[in-house]
Structures are given as structure tokens and as C-alpha cells.
């Protein structure tokens, strides 16, 4: 496939996805409403703990946290759903490619857990007081699409292993709280158990909420950045790899239609 013709397949099915989310109430709620929610706790958590400072660090962590939810159940549910309407079957036998389609699927709802970001800091800002200066402006811009391609990146791994698994959404559900818990969106990785931070070190959101805090309250945010980078990397290799795979036993063992 050449460039351009991708290039016009990831803008039409990346536009279809992201109008298709924002229609959904389910994904407003959890890349809007679910993350105020979370943040409101935590800064009245924090503030009883008598640490009003990083009100800024719990707001950045309870914005990751909706994008991570909208990543994690639209790449969950987007192979449900085709499976529902009858459409995963045309979708993996078309000319192109299912890999190729699966990549606008899954950064669709990352672009729009963006919404998470911008809620929280708005909530916090109006009713917190939480301050938005930002040490490091460029590569506070530059962290956001780095965070964005990697929990995209990571979202093409998990569909490829839905695509097998026909409960996918009972395994997304699975997925939330311990990728919030691992990652350090909340709770610092340094007061978990040893054992927890290698697998952190593998997990796109736990250098995406590094890369924006460091940018944001100051700090070296260029290696995690370049990190998500290597990661998404990773991640596509990986997701390509498993896709053939899972793609060619679920055609072996009839299971594409099944629900």
C-alpha cells in the first residue's frame, strides 16, 4: 500500500471512530466526567494530607487515567461491536490489510481521551485553584502526542489479542484499575513493591505521565518522551506480530462471528 492511500484509509477511519465516540454518552462520560470525578477525590485527599502543591501532579495523573480508560475500553469494545453488527468478517477479509485498519481504530479514542486532560486541569483549575504554569512548555506539547501514539501503539496490541478473545470487553474491564495502579498515575511506582517497577517500565502510560509532569512541574522530560516513541515502536512490531497470528487461528478455528 502506498503512502498515500494509508494515508487517506487512517484519516477516513480515524474521523468515522472519533465522530462514532463522541456520540457515545459512555465514552463522554468516562473520558469527561469519570476523570473530574477521580481528580475531586484525590485533591481533597491530597489537601487533607496537608500537600496542596502537587494538586497540578494529581490533576495530570487523573487526566492520564481517562485516556487510558478511553483507549482501553474503545479497543476492547471495537471489536465487540464489529463482531454485533456482522462487519469484523469484511474487515479482515478486505484487500487491505486488518492491521492497517486496526491502527486508525485505536488512535481514534486515544485523540479522544485528550477531552480527559483538559476537563481535569479546567475543574481543578475553577474550582482548586490548581496553578497551570508549565516549566517547559515545548516539551509539554511535544509529551502530549508522545503519550497519545504510545497508548495508541498499545491499544493495536490489546485489539489483536480481542480479535481471539470474544469476551473482550470483560478483559478490557479487567485492564483499568491495575494499569492505573502499576503506572503511577496516582500512586508514585516508588511505593509499590519491587517487583511492580519492571513491569511499569513496560507500560506506555507510565512515560507518558512522566514525560507531561516533568514538563509541567519541571524535571528531564525528554527521555521519557523518547521512551513512548521506543515504545510505540515496540508495540507496533508486537501488534503486527500477534495480529497475523490471532487473525489466522481465529480464521482456522471459525470464531471471527462468534459472540
Known amino acids: 500500500m ?49 500537600r496542596p502543591g502537587s494538586l497540578l501532579y494529581v490533576a495530570l495523573g487523573a487526566g492520564l487515567m481517562g485516556v487510558w480508560s478511553t483507549t482501553l475500553f474503545a479497543t476492547g469494545g471495537v471489536i465487540q461491536w464489529q463482531r454485533w453488527q456482522g462487519t469484523l468478517e469484511l474487515n479482515v477479509a478486505a484487500p487491505v490489510a486488518f492491521f492497517l485498519i486496526l491502527i486508525p481504530w485505536t ?30 512548555p515545548l516539551g509539554f506539547v511535544l509529551s502530549i502526542p508522545a503519550t497519545v501514539t504510545a497508548l495508541g501503539a498499545l491499544g493495536i496490541v490489546m485489539s489483536s489479542t480481542f480479535v481471539l478473545y470474544r469476551q473482550s470487553s470483560a478483559f478490557a474491564n479487567l485492564l483499568e484499575y491495575p494499569i492505573w495502579l ?69 480464521r482456522k478455528n471459525a470464531t471471527l462471528s462468534l459472540t
Open 107 to 136: 488512535a481514534g479514542p486515544a485523540f479522544v481521551g485528550l477531552y480527559s486532560i483538559g476537563s481535569t486541569l479546567l475543574w481543578g483549575r475553577l474550582l482548586f485553584g490548581v496553578p497551570l504554569a508549565i516549566v517547559h
Open 2 to 50: 502506498t503512502v498515500s492511500r494509508f494515508t487517506r484509509l487512517f484519516a477516513r477511519c480515524w474521523w468515522f471512530n472519533v465522530k462514532a465516540l463522541t456520540q457515545s454518552s459512555f465514552f463522554v462520560l468516562t473520558s469527561t466526567i469519570q476523570p473530574v470525578i477521580f481528580a475531586t477525590i484525590a485533591f481533597y485527599m491530597w489537601r487533607a494530607g496537608a
Open 182 to 250: 502499576v503506572t503511577g498515575l496516582l500512586t508514585p511506582v516508588s511505593l509499590l513493591p519491587g517487583w511492580v517497577r519492571p513491569i511499569s517500565w513496560c507500560l506506555a502510560p507510565t512515560w507518558g505521565v512522566r514525560a507531561i509532569r516533568s514538563a509541567a512541574l519541571g524535571g528531564d522530560p525528554w527521555f521519557p518522551i523518547g521512551m513512548c516513541f521506543a515504545l510505540s515502536a515496540a508495540y507496533f512490531a508486537l501488534g503486527m506480530f500477534t495480529m497475523a497470528n490471532f487473525e489466522r487461528l481465529a
